[in-house]
Protein backbone atom coordinates (compact mmCIF):
# COMPACT_ATOMS: atom_id res chain seq x y z
CA UNK A 1 0.00 0.00 0.00
CA UNK A 2 2.82 2.51 0.89
CA UNK A 3 4.74 1.75 -2.80
CA UNK A 4 0.91 2.59 -4.37
CA UNK A 5 0.60 5.73 -2.64
CA UNK A 6 4.35 6.95 -3.55
CA UNK A 7 3.76 5.78 -7.34
CA UNK A 8 0.04 7.96 -7.29
CA UNK A 9 1.78 10.90 -5.54
CA UNK A 10 4.76 10.92 -8.21
CA UNK A 11 1.93 10.53 -11.06
CA UNK A 12 0.59 13.47 -9.87
CA UNK A 13 3.17 15.75 -9.50
CA UNK A 14 4.01 14.86 -13.03
CA UNK A 15 0.76 15.54 -14.55
CA UNK A 16 0.60 19.01 -12.56
CA UNK A 17 4.01 19.80 -14.23
CA UNK A 18 2.87 18.99 -17.72
CA UNK A 19 -0.17 21.37 -17.30
CA UNK A 20 1.94 24.01 -15.77
CA UNK A 21 3.94 24.03 -18.85
CA UNK A 22 0.97 24.33 -21.10
CA UNK A 23 -0.26 27.55 -19.09
CA UNK A 24 0.77 31.23 -20.10
CA UNK A 25 4.15 32.21 -19.12
CA UNK A 26 4.79 35.54 -17.35
CA UNK A 27 1.48 36.70 -16.76
CA UNK A 28 0.79 36.59 -20.69
CA UNK A 29 -2.34 35.46 -22.37
CA UNK A 30 -3.18 32.42 -24.45
CA UNK A 31 -3.77 34.86 -27.46
CA UNK A 32 -0.66 36.52 -27.16
CA UNK A 33 1.65 33.46 -26.54
CA UNK A 34 -0.19 32.50 -30.05
CA UNK A 35 0.76 35.16 -31.76
CA UNK A 36 4.27 35.51 -30.81
CA UNK A 37 4.24 31.92 -32.55
CA UNK A 38 3.08 33.10 -35.91
CA UNK A 39 5.27 35.82 -36.06
CA UNK A 40 8.05 33.08 -35.47
CA UNK A 41 6.69 31.22 -38.34
CA UNK A 42 6.14 33.81 -41.01
CA UNK A 43 9.41 35.29 -40.59
CA UNK A 44 10.63 31.48 -40.90
CA UNK A 45 8.55 31.24 -43.88
CA UNK A 46 10.48 34.45 -45.61
CA UNK A 47 13.59 32.86 -44.35
CA UNK A 48 12.63 29.53 -46.70
CA UNK A 49 10.84 31.35 -49.70
CA UNK A 50 14.54 33.50 -49.72
CA UNK A 51 16.65 30.09 -49.47
CA UNK A 52 14.50 28.95 -52.59
CA UNK A 53 14.89 31.40 -54.43
CA UNK A 54 18.93 31.66 -53.95
CA UNK A 55 18.46 27.86 -54.69
CA UNK A 56 16.42 28.79 -58.00
CA UNK A 57 18.79 30.93 -59.29
CA UNK A 58 21.92 28.71 -58.44
CA UNK A 59 20.12 25.95 -60.69
CA UNK A 60 19.35 28.41 -63.44
CA UNK A 61 22.76 29.61 -63.45
CA UNK A 62 24.47 25.74 -63.38
CA UNK A 63 21.85 25.01 -65.81
CA UNK A 64 23.28 28.00 -68.07
CA UNK A 65 26.24 26.85 -67.79
CA UNK A 66 25.86 23.34 -68.47
CA UNK A 67 23.85 24.57 -71.64
CA UNK A 68 26.61 26.89 -72.59
CA UNK A 69 28.82 23.80 -72.15
CA UNK A 70 26.79 21.60 -74.27
CA UNK A 71 26.50 24.21 -77.27
CA UNK A 72 30.10 24.96 -77.26
CA UNK A 73 30.62 20.38 -77.62
CA UNK A 74 28.10 20.49 -80.43
CA UNK A 75 30.01 22.80 -82.37
CA UNK A 76 33.24 21.14 -81.72
CA UNK A 77 31.91 17.75 -82.67
CA UNK A 78 29.02 17.33 -85.73
CA UNK A 79 29.81 13.36 -86.63
CA UNK A 80 28.29 10.33 -84.91
CA UNK A 81 28.60 6.47 -85.96
CA UNK A 82 25.49 6.38 -88.43
CA UNK A 83 25.35 4.05 -92.20
CA UNK A 84 24.68 5.65 -95.29
CA UNK A 85 21.21 6.03 -96.25
CA UNK A 86 21.27 4.14 -99.75
CA UNK A 87 22.74 1.22 -97.42
CA UNK A 88 20.63 -1.63 -96.50
CA UNK A 89 21.55 -1.82 -92.83
CA UNK A 90 20.72 1.74 -92.23
CA UNK A 91 16.99 0.89 -92.00
CA UNK A 92 15.77 3.33 -94.60
CA UNK A 93 12.94 2.67 -96.37
CA UNK A 94 11.11 5.88 -98.06
CA UNK A 95 12.46 5.99 -101.36
CA UNK A 96 9.39 7.50 -102.91
CA UNK A 97 10.96 10.57 -104.40
CA UNK A 98 13.34 7.97 -106.53
CA UNK A 99 10.16 5.90 -107.41
CA UNK A 100 8.77 9.34 -108.89
CA UNK A 101 12.05 10.00 -110.48
CA UNK A 102 11.62 6.53 -112.51
CA UNK A 103 7.91 7.40 -113.13
CA UNK A 104 8.91 10.90 -114.67
CA UNK A 105 12.42 9.23 -116.54
CA UNK A 106 9.90 6.14 -117.62
CA UNK A 107 7.46 8.55 -119.12
CA UNK A 108 9.97 10.69 -120.68
CA UNK A 109 11.47 8.56 -122.95
CA UNK A 110 8.65 6.36 -123.84
CA UNK A 111 7.10 9.96 -125.04
CA UNK A 112 10.51 10.20 -127.24
CA UNK A 113 10.25 6.31 -128.15
CA UNK A 114 6.37 7.33 -129.71
CA UNK A 115 7.17 10.59 -131.43
CA UNK A 116 10.21 9.37 -133.51
CA UNK A 117 7.87 6.03 -134.03
CA UNK A 118 5.30 8.58 -135.69
CA UNK A 119 8.30 10.99 -137.08
CA UNK A 120 9.40 7.72 -139.10
CA UNK A 121 6.27 5.61 -139.86
CA UNK A 122 3.31 8.43 -140.04
CA UNK A 123 -0.06 7.05 -138.28
CA UNK A 124 -0.48 3.29 -138.40
CA UNK A 125 -3.98 2.68 -136.23
CA UNK A 126 -6.41 1.69 -138.79
CA UNK A 127 -10.01 0.08 -137.45
CA UNK A 128 -10.58 -2.00 -140.49
CA UNK A 129 -7.73 -3.54 -140.32
CA UNK A 130 -8.37 -4.71 -136.86
CA UNK A 131 -11.80 -5.96 -138.05
CA UNK A 132 -10.21 -7.75 -140.84
CA UNK A 133 -8.24 -9.77 -137.94
CA UNK A 134 -11.49 -11.39 -136.72
CA UNK A 135 -12.74 -11.70 -140.01
CA UNK A 136 -11.87 -12.59 -143.61
CA UNK A 137 -15.26 -13.03 -144.78
CA UNK A 138 -18.07 -10.49 -143.31
CA UNK A 139 -20.53 -13.24 -143.73
CA UNK A 140 -18.84 -16.17 -142.30
CA UNK A 141 -18.55 -16.25 -138.55
CA UNK A 142 -16.99 -19.59 -137.76
CA UNK A 143 -15.06 -18.26 -134.66
CA UNK A 144 -18.37 -16.95 -133.30
CA UNK A 145 -20.57 -20.37 -134.33
CA UNK A 146 -17.38 -22.51 -132.35
CA UNK A 147 -18.50 -20.50 -129.37
CA UNK A 148 -22.13 -21.07 -129.73
CA UNK A 149 -21.75 -24.76 -129.93
CA UNK A 150 -19.80 -24.89 -126.87
CA UNK A 151 -23.25 -25.10 -125.21
CA UNK A 152 -23.21 -28.34 -126.31
CA UNK A 153 -20.47 -29.77 -124.00
CA UNK A 154 -22.49 -27.79 -121.03
CA UNK A 155 -25.49 -29.57 -121.29
CA UNK A 156 -23.71 -32.68 -121.43
CA UNK A 157 -21.45 -32.06 -118.49
CA UNK A 158 -25.17 -31.33 -116.51
CA UNK A 159 -27.04 -34.65 -117.89
CA UNK A 160 -24.74 -36.55 -116.68
CA UNK A 161 -24.14 -34.96 -113.37
CA UNK A 162 -28.11 -35.36 -112.98
CA UNK A 163 -28.22 -39.57 -114.15
CA UNK A 164 -25.05 -39.96 -111.77
CA UNK A 165 -27.41 -38.14 -108.73
CA UNK A 166 -30.55 -40.95 -110.22
CA UNK A 167 -28.41 -43.64 -110.11
CA UNK A 168 -29.04 -44.13 -113.52
CA UNK A 169 -25.32 -43.71 -114.32
CA UNK A 170 -22.72 -45.95 -112.27
CA UNK A 171 -19.41 -43.71 -111.43
CA UNK A 172 -17.62 -45.44 -114.11
CA UNK A 173 -19.85 -44.40 -116.70
CA UNK A 174 -20.59 -41.08 -115.68
CA UNK A 175 -16.29 -41.01 -115.27
CA UNK A 176 -16.39 -42.09 -118.97
CA UNK A 177 -18.84 -39.94 -120.39
CA UNK A 178 -16.88 -36.97 -118.61
CA UNK A 179 -13.49 -37.68 -120.61
CA UNK A 180 -15.29 -38.11 -124.09
CA UNK A 181 -16.81 -34.75 -123.35
CA UNK A 182 -13.87 -32.95 -122.15
CA UNK A 183 -11.80 -34.43 -124.68
CA UNK A 184 -13.61 -33.53 -127.58
CA UNK A 185 -14.14 -29.87 -125.94
CA UNK A 186 -10.67 -29.56 -126.34
CA UNK A 187 -10.10 -31.26 -130.17
CA UNK A 188 -13.49 -29.72 -132.02
CA UNK A 189 -12.46 -26.43 -131.96
CA UNK A 190 -8.68 -26.87 -132.33
CA UNK A 191 -9.66 -29.30 -135.78
CA UNK A 192 -12.38 -26.93 -137.25
CA UNK A 193 -9.32 -23.77 -136.91
CA UNK A 194 -7.07 -25.98 -138.41
CA UNK A 195 -8.65 -27.37 -141.36
CA UNK A 196 -11.16 -23.91 -142.31
CA UNK A 197 -9.54 -21.26 -143.45
CA UNK A 198 -11.81 -18.07 -142.85
CA UNK A 199 -10.83 -18.84 -139.24
CA UNK A 200 -8.40 -15.78 -138.44
CA UNK A 201 -5.65 -16.04 -135.55
CA UNK A 202 -6.95 -13.85 -133.48
CA UNK A 203 -10.86 -15.48 -133.95
CA UNK A 204 -8.91 -18.72 -133.38
CA UNK A 205 -7.29 -17.59 -130.00
CA UNK A 206 -10.86 -16.76 -129.33
CA UNK A 207 -12.55 -20.04 -129.52
CA UNK A 208 -9.44 -21.85 -127.88
CA UNK A 209 -9.21 -19.78 -124.74
CA UNK A 210 -12.66 -20.35 -124.60
CA UNK A 211 -13.19 -23.78 -124.84
CA UNK A 212 -10.01 -24.07 -122.75
CA UNK A 213 -11.77 -21.99 -119.79
CA UNK A 214 -14.86 -24.57 -120.19
CA UNK A 215 -12.41 -27.24 -119.81
CA UNK A 216 -11.25 -26.19 -116.65
CA UNK A 217 -14.91 -25.20 -115.05
CA UNK A 218 -16.05 -28.51 -115.94
CA UNK A 219 -13.43 -30.66 -114.80
CA UNK A 220 -14.17 -28.69 -111.28
CA UNK A 221 -18.10 -29.22 -111.78
CA UNK A 222 -17.33 -33.07 -112.39
CA UNK A 223 -15.06 -33.18 -109.31
CA UNK A 224 -17.33 -31.17 -106.83
CA UNK A 225 -20.42 -33.30 -107.34
CA UNK A 226 -18.34 -36.11 -107.12
CA UNK A 227 -17.28 -35.06 -104.04
CA UNK A 228 -20.84 -34.00 -102.64
CA UNK A 229 -21.93 -38.07 -103.50
CA UNK A 230 -18.95 -39.15 -101.36
CA UNK A 231 -20.10 -37.03 -98.54
CA UNK A 232 -23.90 -38.19 -98.99
CA UNK A 233 -22.90 -41.71 -99.59
CA UNK A 234 -20.88 -41.67 -95.83
CA UNK A 235 -23.97 -39.64 -94.30
CA UNK A 236 -21.85 -36.67 -93.79
CA UNK A 237 -22.73 -32.79 -93.16
CA UNK A 238 -24.50 -31.21 -96.21
CA UNK A 239 -22.92 -28.64 -98.20
CA UNK A 240 -24.58 -25.34 -97.65
CA UNK A 241 -23.37 -21.89 -97.55
CA UNK A 242 -24.82 -18.88 -99.39
CA UNK A 243 -27.00 -19.03 -102.20
CA UNK A 244 -24.64 -19.31 -105.41
CA UNK A 245 -28.19 -18.51 -107.51
CA UNK A 246 -31.03 -16.73 -105.59
CA UNK A 247 -34.59 -18.48 -106.03
CA UNK A 248 -37.73 -16.72 -105.11
CA UNK A 249 -37.87 -17.65 -102.13
CA UNK A 250 -34.01 -15.76 -101.31
CA UNK A 251 -35.08 -12.42 -103.44
CA UNK A 252 -38.06 -12.17 -100.92
CA UNK A 253 -35.74 -12.47 -97.99
CA UNK A 254 -35.65 -15.87 -97.69
CA UNK A 255 -32.43 -17.55 -95.91
CA UNK A 256 -31.77 -20.50 -98.83
CA UNK A 257 -29.11 -22.73 -99.11
CA UNK A 258 -28.55 -25.17 -101.98
CA UNK A 259 -27.60 -29.06 -101.48
CA UNK A 260 -26.83 -31.62 -103.48
CA UNK A 261 -28.29 -32.74 -105.94
CA UNK A 262 -30.76 -29.45 -105.73
CA UNK A 263 -27.89 -27.87 -107.57
CA UNK A 264 -27.74 -29.39 -110.77
CA UNK A 265 -30.44 -26.71 -112.71
CA UNK A 266 -29.86 -24.89 -115.72
CA UNK A 267 -29.89 -21.99 -113.96
CA UNK A 268 -26.96 -23.14 -111.38
CA UNK A 269 -24.75 -24.36 -114.12
CA UNK A 270 -25.00 -20.71 -116.60
CA UNK A 271 -24.05 -18.89 -113.18
CA UNK A 272 -21.10 -20.62 -112.75
CA UNK A 273 -20.35 -20.58 -116.61
CA UNK A 274 -20.44 -16.91 -116.38
CA UNK A 275 -18.98 -16.66 -113.42
CA UNK A 276 -15.48 -15.21 -113.16
CA UNK A 277 -13.81 -18.19 -111.41
CA UNK A 278 -12.96 -21.59 -112.38
CA UNK A 279 -13.53 -23.29 -108.96
CA UNK A 280 -16.82 -24.37 -109.03
CA UNK A 281 -18.92 -24.63 -105.43
CA UNK A 282 -23.04 -25.19 -104.10
CA UNK A 283 -23.32 -21.68 -102.85
CA UNK A 284 -21.28 -18.94 -103.74
CA UNK A 285 -20.22 -15.70 -101.90
CA UNK A 286 -22.52 -13.13 -102.65
CA UNK A 287 -22.29 -9.17 -102.81
CA UNK A 288 -25.54 -7.22 -101.60
CA UNK A 289 -26.33 -5.48 -104.48
CA UNK A 290 -25.06 -4.60 -107.97
CA UNK A 291 -23.02 -0.85 -107.48
CA UNK A 292 -24.03 0.92 -110.38
CA UNK A 293 -20.79 3.94 -110.58
CA UNK A 294 -18.26 1.03 -109.92
CA UNK A 295 -19.62 -0.85 -112.90
CA UNK A 296 -19.67 1.88 -115.44
CA UNK A 297 -16.34 2.82 -114.10
CA UNK A 298 -15.12 -1.15 -114.56
CA UNK A 299 -16.98 -0.68 -118.08
CA UNK A 300 -15.19 2.50 -119.15
CA UNK A 301 -12.09 0.59 -118.39
CA UNK A 302 -12.18 -2.32 -120.76
CA UNK A 303 -13.13 0.21 -123.68
CA UNK A 304 -10.30 2.35 -122.72
CA UNK A 305 -8.16 -0.57 -122.31
CA UNK A 306 -9.29 -2.14 -125.16
CA UNK A 307 -8.29 0.58 -127.65
CA UNK A 308 -4.91 0.99 -125.93
CA UNK A 309 -4.12 -2.34 -126.86
CA UNK A 310 -4.77 -2.41 -130.62
CA UNK A 311 -3.77 0.85 -131.34
CA UNK A 312 -0.22 0.25 -129.43
CA UNK A 313 0.28 -2.87 -131.10
CA UNK A 314 -0.47 -1.13 -134.78
CA UNK A 315 1.71 1.54 -133.87
CA UNK A 316 4.33 0.48 -131.99
CA UNK A 317 5.00 -3.05 -131.74
CA UNK A 318 4.66 -3.90 -135.55
CA UNK A 319 6.99 -2.04 -137.20
CA UNK A 320 9.34 -3.35 -134.72
CA UNK A 321 8.41 -6.76 -135.39
CA UNK A 322 8.91 -6.14 -139.03
CA UNK A 323 12.15 -4.63 -138.97
CA UNK A 324 12.95 -7.65 -137.15
CA UNK A 325 12.78 -9.94 -139.66
CA UNK A 326 15.88 -9.52 -141.53
CA UNK A 327 18.22 -9.72 -138.47
CA UNK A 328 16.64 -13.38 -137.79
CA UNK A 329 16.89 -14.67 -141.21
CA UNK A 330 20.30 -13.30 -141.22
CA UNK A 331 21.25 -14.95 -137.91
CA UNK A 332 22.63 -11.26 -137.15
CA UNK A 333 22.99 -11.85 -133.04
CA UNK A 334 23.90 -7.76 -132.46
CA UNK A 335 20.70 -7.15 -134.71
CA UNK A 336 18.81 -9.79 -132.74
CA UNK A 337 19.83 -8.49 -129.35
CA UNK A 338 18.63 -4.66 -130.55
CA UNK A 339 15.50 -5.73 -131.56
CA UNK A 340 14.69 -7.62 -128.70
CA UNK A 341 15.66 -4.77 -126.16
CA UNK A 342 13.71 -2.57 -128.73
CA UNK A 343 10.94 -4.90 -128.36
CA UNK A 344 11.06 -5.55 -124.87
CA UNK A 345 9.20 -1.93 -123.92
CA UNK A 346 6.14 -1.77 -125.98
CA UNK A 347 5.51 -5.55 -124.78
CA UNK A 348 6.15 -5.25 -121.41
CA UNK A 349 3.65 -2.41 -121.50
CA UNK A 350 1.05 -3.80 -123.55
CA UNK A 351 1.35 -7.03 -121.15
CA UNK A 352 0.59 -5.03 -117.92
CA UNK A 353 -2.12 -3.08 -119.42
CA UNK A 354 -3.52 -6.12 -120.35
CA UNK A 355 -3.14 -7.45 -116.92
CA UNK A 356 -5.16 -4.63 -115.44
CA UNK A 357 -7.99 -4.21 -118.26
CA UNK A 358 -8.33 -8.38 -117.81
CA UNK A 359 -7.63 -9.18 -114.13
CA UNK A 360 -9.14 -6.29 -112.56
CA UNK A 361 -11.23 -4.72 -114.88
CA UNK A 362 -13.22 -7.23 -117.00
CA UNK A 363 -13.44 -9.61 -113.83
CA UNK A 364 -14.78 -6.96 -111.79
CA UNK A 365 -17.08 -6.23 -114.08
CA UNK A 366 -18.52 -9.80 -114.68
CA UNK A 367 -18.18 -10.30 -111.13
CA UNK A 368 -20.40 -6.90 -110.17
CA UNK A 369 -22.57 -8.12 -112.49
CA UNK A 370 -23.65 -11.39 -111.13
CA UNK A 371 -23.29 -10.42 -107.56
CA UNK A 372 -19.77 -12.57 -107.20
CA UNK A 373 -18.18 -11.83 -103.81
CA UNK A 374 -14.65 -13.69 -104.16
CA UNK A 375 -12.88 -10.32 -106.14
CA UNK A 376 -9.57 -11.67 -105.15
CA UNK A 377 -7.97 -11.90 -108.87
CA UNK A 378 -4.79 -11.38 -108.19
CA UNK A 379 -2.07 -10.95 -105.48
CA UNK A 380 1.17 -9.15 -104.75
CA UNK A 381 2.76 -10.43 -107.75
CA UNK A 382 4.71 -7.23 -108.35
CA UNK A 383 6.86 -8.03 -104.73
CA UNK A 384 7.50 -11.35 -106.17
CA UNK A 385 10.78 -12.37 -104.65
CA UNK A 386 10.84 -15.83 -106.44
CA UNK A 387 9.36 -17.83 -109.99
CA UNK A 388 7.20 -19.89 -107.69
CA UNK A 389 5.38 -16.99 -106.03
CA UNK A 390 4.59 -15.00 -108.80
CA UNK A 391 2.99 -17.72 -110.36
CA UNK A 392 0.95 -18.38 -107.13
CA UNK A 393 0.08 -14.62 -107.29
CA UNK A 394 -0.31 -13.38 -110.53
CA UNK A 395 -3.50 -15.41 -111.76
CA UNK A 396 -5.58 -16.39 -108.63
CA UNK A 397 -8.39 -18.44 -110.22
CA UNK A 398 -5.65 -20.54 -112.30
CA UNK A 399 -3.70 -20.99 -108.88
CA UNK A 400 -6.88 -22.20 -106.79
CA UNK A 401 -8.20 -24.61 -109.90
CA UNK A 402 -4.63 -25.91 -109.91
CA UNK A 403 -4.04 -26.28 -106.05
CA UNK A 404 -7.34 -27.71 -105.91
CA UNK A 405 -7.86 -30.20 -108.76
CA UNK A 406 -4.42 -31.49 -109.55
CA UNK A 407 -1.82 -30.87 -107.00
CA UNK A 408 -3.52 -31.73 -104.37
CA UNK A 409 -4.89 -35.02 -105.54
CA UNK A 410 -1.51 -35.77 -106.42
CA UNK A 411 0.00 -35.24 -102.97
CA UNK A 412 -2.66 -37.43 -102.06
CA UNK A 413 -1.93 -39.61 -103.95
CA UNK A 414 1.08 -40.13 -103.04
CA UNK A 415 3.63 -37.74 -105.18
CA UNK A 416 6.03 -35.79 -103.91
CA UNK A 417 6.13 -31.68 -104.25
CA UNK A 418 8.54 -31.56 -106.26
CA UNK A 419 7.09 -33.61 -108.75
CA UNK A 420 3.68 -32.72 -108.58
CA UNK A 421 4.99 -28.94 -109.32
CA UNK A 422 6.62 -29.90 -111.88
CA UNK A 423 3.63 -31.64 -113.03
CA UNK A 424 1.74 -28.31 -112.87
CA UNK A 425 3.99 -26.40 -114.53
CA UNK A 426 3.76 -29.38 -117.43
CA UNK A 427 0.11 -28.67 -117.53
CA UNK A 428 0.47 -24.96 -117.93
CA UNK A 429 3.14 -25.58 -120.51
CA UNK A 430 0.81 -27.85 -122.37
CA UNK A 431 -2.25 -25.11 -122.65
CA UNK A 432 0.11 -21.71 -123.23
CA UNK A 433 1.13 -24.19 -126.17
CA UNK A 434 -2.12 -24.78 -127.52
CA UNK A 435 -3.11 -21.19 -127.34
CA UNK A 436 -0.69 -20.35 -129.27
CA UNK A 437 -0.06 -22.91 -131.86
CA UNK A 438 -3.24 -23.78 -132.85
CA UNK A 439 -4.52 -20.35 -133.90
CA UNK A 440 -1.27 -19.72 -135.71
CA UNK A 441 -2.05 -23.17 -137.38
CA UNK A 442 2.07 -24.49 -136.80
CA UNK A 443 3.76 -26.42 -133.78
CA UNK A 444 7.16 -24.88 -132.73
CA UNK A 445 7.04 -25.42 -129.16
CA UNK A 446 8.14 -21.86 -127.99
CA UNK A 447 6.00 -21.23 -125.61
CA UNK A 448 6.14 -25.03 -123.76
CA UNK A 449 9.59 -24.62 -123.88
CA UNK A 450 9.52 -21.16 -122.02
CA UNK A 451 6.91 -22.39 -119.33
CA UNK A 452 9.56 -25.67 -118.61
CA UNK A 453 12.23 -23.54 -118.51
CA UNK A 454 10.49 -21.92 -115.93
CA UNK A 455 11.30 -24.93 -113.43
CA UNK A 456 15.27 -24.59 -113.15
CA UNK A 457 14.75 -20.68 -113.46
CA UNK A 458 12.60 -21.01 -109.93
CA UNK A 459 15.15 -23.50 -108.79
CA UNK A 460 18.11 -21.49 -109.20
CA UNK A 461 16.43 -17.96 -108.47
CA UNK A 462 15.05 -19.34 -104.96
CA UNK A 463 19.08 -20.50 -104.28
CA UNK A 464 21.06 -17.86 -104.89
CA UNK A 465 19.30 -14.82 -104.80
CA UNK A 466 17.09 -13.02 -102.06
CA UNK A 467 15.47 -9.96 -101.35
CA UNK A 468 15.07 -7.14 -104.05
CA UNK A 469 17.73 -9.56 -106.15
CA UNK A 470 15.15 -12.12 -106.43
CA UNK A 471 12.43 -9.87 -107.47
CA UNK A 472 14.95 -8.16 -109.80
CA UNK A 473 15.19 -11.53 -111.65
CA UNK A 474 11.71 -12.22 -111.52
CA UNK A 475 11.33 -8.75 -113.63
CA UNK A 476 13.95 -9.46 -116.04
CA UNK A 477 12.26 -12.99 -116.53
CA UNK A 478 8.92 -11.34 -117.71
CA UNK A 479 10.24 -8.10 -119.33
CA UNK A 480 13.09 -10.04 -121.42
CA UNK A 481 11.36 -13.72 -121.97
CA UNK A 482 8.42 -12.94 -123.68
CA UNK A 483 9.49 -10.62 -126.32
CA UNK A 484 11.82 -13.52 -127.26
CA UNK A 485 8.81 -15.88 -127.85
CA UNK A 486 6.68 -12.73 -129.43
CA UNK A 487 9.83 -12.89 -132.02
CA UNK A 488 10.09 -16.41 -132.08
CA UNK A 489 6.44 -17.18 -133.51
CA UNK A 490 6.15 -13.93 -135.60
CA UNK A 491 9.70 -15.09 -137.65
CA UNK A 492 8.09 -18.77 -137.80
CA UNK A 493 4.42 -17.61 -138.98
CA UNK A 494 6.51 -15.46 -141.46
CA UNK A 495 8.50 -17.60 -142.88
CA UNK A 496 5.74 -20.42 -143.25
CA UNK A 497 3.39 -17.76 -144.80
CA UNK A 498 4.21 -14.83 -146.24
CA UNK A 499 7.29 -15.81 -147.78
CA UNK A 500 5.87 -18.44 -149.39
CA UNK A 501 3.85 -16.78 -150.69
CA UNK A 502 6.24 -14.17 -151.95
CA UNK A 503 8.40 -16.75 -153.10
Not at 117 to 136: A, E, T
Not at 436 to 453: H, K, Q, Y
Amino acid sequence: MGDSDATLRRRATFAAGLGGSMQPMNGKSAAASQGSLTADFGRNNGLGKRDRMVETARAKSKSEKHKRRNDISERMSCHKTQESLLSSSSGFSNYRGILNWCVVMLVLSNARLFLENLLRYGILVDPIQVISLFLKDPYSWPAACLVIASNLFILVALYTERQLSKGSFTERVGFQVHCINMVNMLTFPAAVVLLVPSVTPVGGVFVVGTHTILFLKLYSYKDVNKWCRELSSVKAKKLVRSLSCPSAQHLNGGDCKVCYPGNLTIRDMYYFVFAPTLCYELNFPRSPNIRMTFLLRRLFEMLFFMQMLVGLTQQWMIPIIESSMKPLEDMDLTRMTERLLRLAVPNHLLWLMFFYGFFHSSMNFSAELLRFGDRQFYNDWWNSETVTYFWQNWNIPVHKWCLRHFYKPLLRRGFSKMVSQSAVFFLSAFFHEYLVSIPLRMFRLWAFTGMMAQIPLAWCVGRYLRGNYGNAAVWMSIIIGQPFAVLMYVHDFYVLHYRQEAD
